[in-house]
Protein backbone atom coordinates (compact mmCIF):
# COMPACT_ATOMS: atom_id res chain seq x y z
CA UNK A 1 0.00 0.00 0.00
CA UNK A 2 1.79 3.69 -1.38
CA UNK A 3 1.69 6.28 1.37
CA UNK A 4 -1.13 8.44 -0.02
CA UNK A 5 -3.37 5.27 -0.45
CA UNK A 6 -3.11 4.77 2.91
CA UNK A 7 -4.11 8.61 4.32
CA UNK A 8 -6.69 8.72 1.69
CA UNK A 9 -8.28 5.36 2.74
CA UNK A 10 -7.84 5.05 6.87
CA UNK A 11 -10.67 6.12 8.25
CA UNK A 12 -11.95 6.04 12.08
CA UNK A 13 -13.87 2.96 12.59
CA UNK A 14 -16.84 3.69 14.81
CA UNK A 15 -19.14 0.62 13.75
CA UNK A 16 -18.28 -2.17 16.38
CA UNK A 17 -17.72 -5.75 14.87
CA UNK A 18 -16.07 -8.97 16.76
CA UNK A 19 -12.75 -8.47 16.51
CA UNK A 20 -9.15 -10.57 16.62
CA UNK A 21 -6.15 -8.64 16.31
CA UNK A 22 -2.79 -9.93 16.00
CA UNK A 23 -0.53 -8.78 19.08
CA UNK A 24 2.67 -9.50 16.94
CA UNK A 25 1.60 -6.73 13.92
CA UNK A 26 0.61 -4.12 16.88
CA UNK A 27 3.67 -4.63 18.06
CA UNK A 28 5.54 -3.97 14.26
CA UNK A 29 3.38 -1.45 14.13
CA UNK A 30 5.30 0.32 17.18
CA UNK A 31 8.33 -0.14 16.34
CA UNK A 32 7.64 2.01 13.36
CA UNK A 33 5.33 4.69 14.26
CA UNK A 34 8.21 5.70 17.20
CA UNK A 35 10.36 7.03 13.79
CA UNK A 36 7.78 9.91 14.56
CA UNK A 37 9.73 13.79 14.41
CA UNK A 38 9.79 14.66 18.05
CA UNK A 39 11.89 17.32 18.70
CA UNK A 40 15.03 16.41 20.75
CA UNK A 41 14.46 13.20 19.98
CA UNK A 42 12.69 12.87 23.61
CA UNK A 43 10.71 10.15 22.43
CA UNK A 44 7.90 11.45 24.50
CA UNK A 45 5.29 8.59 24.35
CA UNK A 46 4.45 5.23 26.32
CA UNK A 47 1.84 3.13 25.87
CA UNK A 48 -0.34 0.97 28.01
CA UNK A 49 -1.69 -1.97 25.88
CA UNK A 50 -5.11 -3.28 27.00
CA UNK A 51 -5.06 -6.80 25.49
CA UNK A 52 -8.54 -8.69 24.20
CA UNK A 53 -8.94 -11.22 27.01
CA UNK A 54 -8.20 -8.39 29.46
CA UNK A 55 -11.19 -5.75 27.72
CA UNK A 56 -13.93 -6.87 30.56
CA UNK A 57 -11.96 -5.91 33.19
CA UNK A 58 -10.78 -2.62 31.77
CA UNK A 59 -14.65 -2.16 30.76
CA UNK A 60 -15.76 -2.98 34.39
CA UNK A 61 -13.00 -0.20 36.09
CA UNK A 62 -13.57 1.90 33.56
CA UNK A 63 -18.06 2.12 33.59
CA UNK A 64 -17.25 2.91 37.33
CA UNK A 65 -14.98 5.49 36.33
CA UNK A 66 -17.40 7.19 33.53
CA UNK A 67 -20.90 6.24 34.04
CA UNK A 68 -20.71 6.17 38.36
CA UNK A 69 -23.39 4.10 38.72
CA UNK A 70 -25.94 4.24 35.72
CA UNK A 71 -25.73 0.20 35.12
CA UNK A 72 -27.44 0.03 31.75
CA UNK A 73 -24.75 3.16 30.31
CA UNK A 74 -22.18 0.26 31.90
CA UNK A 75 -23.54 -2.50 30.17
CA UNK A 76 -24.13 -0.85 27.17
CA UNK A 77 -20.79 0.71 26.89
CA UNK A 78 -18.52 -2.98 27.98
CA UNK A 79 -20.82 -4.60 25.30
CA UNK A 80 -19.14 -2.51 22.40
CA UNK A 81 -15.75 -2.85 24.09
CA UNK A 82 -15.25 -6.50 24.64
CA UNK A 83 -15.96 -7.14 20.47
CA UNK A 84 -12.43 -4.76 20.25
CA UNK A 85 -9.05 -6.75 19.60
CA UNK A 86 -7.56 -4.37 22.12
CA UNK A 87 -7.03 -1.02 23.38
CA UNK A 88 -3.66 1.12 23.21
CA UNK A 89 -3.92 4.02 25.82
CA UNK A 90 -1.19 6.55 24.55
CA UNK A 91 0.54 9.26 26.82
CA UNK A 92 3.44 11.60 26.47
CA UNK A 93 5.72 12.84 28.86
CA UNK A 94 4.40 16.21 30.80
CA UNK A 95 7.26 19.29 30.43
CA UNK A 96 7.30 21.74 33.01
CA UNK A 97 8.36 24.36 29.80
CA UNK A 98 5.64 25.29 27.66
CA UNK A 99 7.54 24.90 24.59
CA UNK A 100 8.73 21.29 24.95
CA UNK A 101 5.41 20.46 26.63
CA UNK A 102 3.79 21.61 23.38
CA UNK A 103 6.32 19.98 21.03
CA UNK A 104 5.60 16.62 22.85
CA UNK A 105 1.83 17.08 22.39
CA UNK A 106 2.82 17.35 18.77
CA UNK A 107 4.86 14.60 18.79
CA UNK A 108 2.41 12.67 20.39
CA UNK A 109 -0.18 13.50 17.66
CA UNK A 110 2.21 12.58 14.75
CA UNK A 111 3.55 9.44 16.24
CA UNK A 112 -0.74 8.81 16.13
CA UNK A 113 -1.05 8.88 12.55
CA UNK A 114 1.42 7.02 12.56
CA UNK A 115 0.61 4.56 14.09
CA UNK A 116 -2.81 4.42 12.53
CA UNK A 117 -1.49 4.24 9.27
CA UNK A 118 1.29 1.66 10.00
CA UNK A 119 -1.88 -0.79 11.51
CA UNK A 120 -4.17 0.57 8.77
CA UNK A 121 -2.23 -1.10 5.83
CA UNK A 122 -1.81 -4.13 8.08
CA UNK A 123 -5.60 -4.19 7.83
CA UNK A 124 -6.41 -3.30 11.54
CA UNK A 125 -9.13 -0.65 12.02
CA UNK A 126 -8.49 2.58 14.63
CA UNK A 127 -10.52 5.00 16.31
CA UNK A 128 -8.69 7.68 18.43
CA UNK A 129 -10.98 8.26 21.43
CA UNK A 130 -11.11 11.31 23.75
CA UNK A 131 -13.34 10.41 26.37
CA UNK A 132 -14.51 12.62 29.17
CA UNK A 133 -12.88 10.11 31.57
CA UNK A 134 -9.37 10.01 29.83
CA UNK A 135 -8.98 13.68 31.62
CA UNK A 136 -10.19 12.77 35.02
CA UNK A 137 -7.61 11.73 38.03
CA UNK A 138 -9.34 8.21 38.38
CA UNK A 139 -8.83 6.65 35.01
CA UNK A 140 -5.02 7.96 35.55
CA UNK A 141 -5.04 6.16 38.52
CA UNK A 142 -6.59 2.87 36.93
CA UNK A 143 -3.97 3.08 34.21
CA UNK A 144 -1.25 3.29 36.57
CA UNK A 145 0.06 6.21 34.58
CA UNK A 146 1.32 9.26 36.62
CA UNK A 147 1.07 12.97 36.60
CA UNK A 148 3.96 12.99 35.15
CA UNK A 149 2.81 11.73 31.75
CA UNK A 150 -0.31 13.39 29.83
CA UNK A 151 -3.11 10.51 28.68
CA UNK A 152 -3.70 11.57 24.31
CA UNK A 153 -5.59 8.61 23.30
CA UNK A 154 -7.50 5.82 23.71
CA UNK A 155 -7.01 4.04 20.68
CA UNK A 156 -9.59 1.16 19.87
CA UNK A 157 -8.07 -1.60 17.56
CA UNK A 158 -10.56 -3.20 15.73
CA UNK A 159 -11.18 -5.19 12.69
CA UNK A 160 -11.48 -2.74 9.26
CA UNK A 161 -15.57 -2.15 8.24
CA UNK A 162 -16.95 -0.65 5.44
CA UNK A 163 -17.52 2.32 7.98
CA UNK A 164 -15.16 4.68 5.86
CA UNK A 165 -17.65 7.56 5.72
CA UNK A 166 -15.48 10.89 6.18
CA UNK A 167 -15.37 13.28 3.10
CA UNK A 168 -13.44 16.40 3.86
CA UNK A 169 -14.26 19.58 2.37
CA UNK A 170 -11.00 21.78 2.62
CA UNK A 171 -8.33 21.72 0.00
CA UNK A 172 -5.67 24.24 -0.97
CA UNK A 173 -7.83 26.34 -2.52
CA UNK A 174 -9.43 26.73 0.61
CA UNK A 175 -6.51 26.73 3.02
CA UNK A 176 -3.57 28.21 1.53
CA UNK A 177 -3.31 32.12 0.39
CA UNK A 178 -0.18 33.25 -0.68
CA UNK A 179 1.30 35.15 2.09
C1 LIG B 1 -7.50 14.07 18.84
C2 LIG B 1 -8.66 13.26 18.36
C3 LIG B 1 -9.64 12.89 19.25
C4 LIG B 1 -10.72 12.11 18.84
N1 LIG B 1 -11.67 11.72 19.75
C5 LIG B 1 -12.69 10.95 19.34
C6 LIG B 1 -13.66 10.49 20.27
O1 LIG B 1 -13.56 10.77 21.48
N2 LIG B 1 -14.68 9.73 19.82
C7 LIG B 1 -14.78 9.39 18.49
O2 LIG B 1 -15.72 8.69 18.13
N3 LIG B 1 -13.86 9.79 17.59
C8 LIG B 1 -12.83 10.56 17.98
N4 LIG B 1 -11.88 10.94 17.09
C9 LIG B 1 -11.99 10.50 15.69
C10 LIG B 1 -12.50 11.62 14.83
O3 LIG B 1 -13.81 11.92 15.18
C11 LIG B 1 -12.36 11.18 13.40
O4 LIG B 1 -11.03 11.23 13.14
C12 LIG B 1 -13.12 12.05 12.44
O5 LIG B 1 -14.43 11.62 12.46
C13 LIG B 1 -12.55 11.99 11.06
O6 LIG B 1 -12.70 10.70 10.57
P1 LIG B 1 -11.51 9.83 9.96
O7 LIG B 1 -10.56 9.51 11.06
O8 LIG B 1 -12.25 8.65 9.46
O9 LIG B 1 -10.88 10.61 8.89
C14 LIG B 1 -10.81 11.72 17.48
C15 LIG B 1 -9.81 12.09 16.57
C16 LIG B 1 -8.75 12.85 17.00
C17 LIG B 1 -7.68 13.21 16.01
Redesign the pocket.
Given at each position: MNLKDAILN???I?IFGESTIDVDVVKQAINSAIYAPNHGVREPWHIKYVQKEQLEQYAEQVGDIAFKGDEQKKRNHASKLSMLGGILVVSVDRDVRQKQHHENLMAG?AF?QNLMLLLHAEAVGT?????GYMFTPEYYQMMNISSDQEI??ELYLMDVNDD?S?ERSNGYDDIVETW
Open positions: RRSKGMCWHTPIANS
